[in-house]
């Protein structure tokens, strides 16, 4: 016989405290301890170390948390598998996205999506910085990954190619670079990380070989899309994807150099929390922007690729 007591205590060992399970569940931390208690004299076991500041788990608490945690989490997500199987995607939604990508090739997926998902309520962040997706509570993410969090599942959204501009008038004044190694006389404009606070290095393919540079100058910015008007306003040379200088090309003004030397495209990711269930809303959401997008904007790349 499962006891009654089990879910009480995955949720006590998932959130770390008798206090946060008590918020989760809706009751109170006296009566976690006590669910607690009768399934450590049901099961003859301690499964807590317990002092006034700290709860741990005994090697016995772990050993029934290896056994136990995965089923109960499974048979949580059919339940609610079989609940929301019969309603539409509702409730809010809360996506990362990097500023300059995430108004130039989501926000337009997005009337469409809310047209089609009347239910759902979108709360998009709009930040460079590579968030910790579960910290932040957020359902979705979409950028460039940089790290293997195994606790993330990742599909492929967007390839960007990176290139580097300049305006015309500042090739016109300064010359153009032939060779990466020419940007060492030309001013660059790089990008800081806001995730690492580092500036982003620039790659290149010469010989079949990629190489990378640090971007030297005299303006450091931490948004692409400032560092586009720098180019605008003839600063110097910056890196950016394709997509960002298609839309530059409407401006005109601008140029693209070194284009022999450009390194492979950059694959953006959309990513979500690794479960064996998602809501409704997060796999509509998923599942719509991957499908436009794959519709829609390679041909659009191409295009931009052929002009450039």
Known sequence: MIPNQLNTFNTVVKNGSFSSAARLLGVSSAAISKSISQLEKNLELRLFHRSTHS????EDGQELYKRTGHLIEQLEDQIRLSTDKQKS???????NLPDSFGRMFVLPLVPAFLEKYPDVELDL???DRMGDLVKEGADVGIGVLGNDDS???????????????????????YGEPTTPQDLLQHNCIAYRSNTTGKKKLWNFRTDGEQIQMEPEGNLIVNNLSAAMTAVETGVGIAAVGVGNYGACLEQGGFRRVLRGYESDPIKVMIYYSSRHYLPAKTRAFIDYMIANVQEKCPLELEEMIHAL
């Open 55 to 58: 709860l741990t788990l005994t």
């Open 151 to 173: 606790s993330l599942i990742a599909r492929e959204f967007y390839s960007l190619q990176p290139v580097l501009v300049a305006s015309r008038d500042y090739l016109l004044k």
């Open 125 to 127: 962040k709009f930040d």
């Open 89 to 95: 995607p509702h409730g809010r939604l809360k996506v």
